[in-house]
């Protein structure tokens, strides 16, 4: 059985007469005839029955009609979703962030992105940069959003947003009303950080942070999520130097003093596989580098506060 014959079948079952079937299928009757006898031959059964004078659909024939419209339809529209997939209309997308993004801009761009692919299913998961490398290089992620550049041969990263580290203090705290903060003035504090085991990167980062400034951290304790470092900090149990976009996460308790020094840049990249065939892929590539650009642009359009 072909698609061909029932595709027959469901034009002359309408039809009833041969000649017009025929002529709206641009074939002649014969071709017809043949595929009509082809298809109950391999049903098992009769479906029509036909003399000189009338075509009809017998009972076995009516019971057909609505499974055979339905298998076509079925067919047309797995070949439609297939298309869809491939010129990445449709399908899903899985997408690995860290917490940060949550207020980089990702959110905002993922609203853009699924407006302009309302087929496209996104699938998102926080998960920790050393975390997204492994589900990347197993394709259990399309793409991820990560703080460390330190990736595979076969992965291709984008810087996609730069800012600076601010240092995340209790509300009470001493030095809270500062506008600007010398990091030498939080020698002897206890530090919250991002966990080493985490993200090495960025413990590494800020421990340069602070070790550049003739810092040394006493580093009491640390946790996998950026909220959690900011909620440790509300409860009064330490300091933490945290990117600026944490400054909107909206936790109350907490006050964000700019450090007096605007050179050190917490840094967020866009990461995927070199080798792929998926169109959805490519297509949110295209929108992320458009939003990289911008926040670049904002980046450098925007003088940091140096006054104390």
């Not at 496209?120 to 399309?142: G, I, K, P, T, Y």
């Not at 640390?222 to 130097?241: D, E, F, K, Y």
């Not at 998926?278 to 590539?285: E, P, Q, V």
Request: aromatic share 8%.
């Amino acid at each position: 059985m072909e698609f061909r014959h029932l595709r027959y079948f469901l034009v002359l079952a309408e039809e009833l007469h041969f000649g017009r079937a025929a002529r709206r299928l641009s074939i002649s009757q014969p071709p017809l005839s043949l595929n009509i006898q082809q298809l109950e031959a391999s049903v098992g059964a009769r479906l029509f029955t036909r003399n000189s004078k009338e075509v009809r659909l017998t009972a076995a024939g009516k019971a057909f009609v609505p499974r055979a419209r339905a298998v076509l339809e079925q067919a047309g529209e797995a070949a439609r979703h297939a298309r869809d997939v491939e010129q990445g209309l449709a399908g899903r997308l899985h997408i690995g962030f860290v917490g940060a993004m949550l207020y980089r801009g990702l959110p905002q761009m993922l609203r853009k992105f699924q407006a302009q692919h309302p087929l496209l299913r996104v699938v998102l998961r926080e998960l920790n940069s050393q975390d997204q490398l492994v589900e990347l290089a197993h394709d259990q992620l399309d793409v991820g959003f990560v703080h460390s550049t330190r990736l595979p041969a076969e992965m291709q990263h984008q810087l996609f947003a730069s800012e600076p580290f601010v240092c995340c203090l209790p509300a009470d705290h001493p030095l809270a009303r500062k506008r600007t903060l010398p990091l030498q003035l939080l020698q002897g504090e206890s530090f919250v950080m991002f966990a080493r085991s985490a993200s090495p990167d960025y413990y590494e980062r800020i421990l340069t942070i602070c070790t550049d400034a003739g810092l040394y951290p006493e580093v009491r304790h640390q946790v996998r999520h950026w909220l959690s470092v900011v909620s440790l900090v509300s409860q009064g149990l330490g300091v933490a130097l945290v990117p600026a976009a944490l400054r909107h996460s909206a936790l109350g308790g907490v006050v964000f003093v700019p450090l007096d020094a605007g050179v050190a840049h917490s840094q967020s990249y866009c990461i995927w596989k070199t080798a792929h065939d998926n169109a959805a892929l490519t297509a949110f590539l295209a929108v992320m580098q458009i939003e990289a650009a911008r926040q670049a642009k904002s980046e450098k359009t925007t003088q940091p506060k140096t006054t104390s």
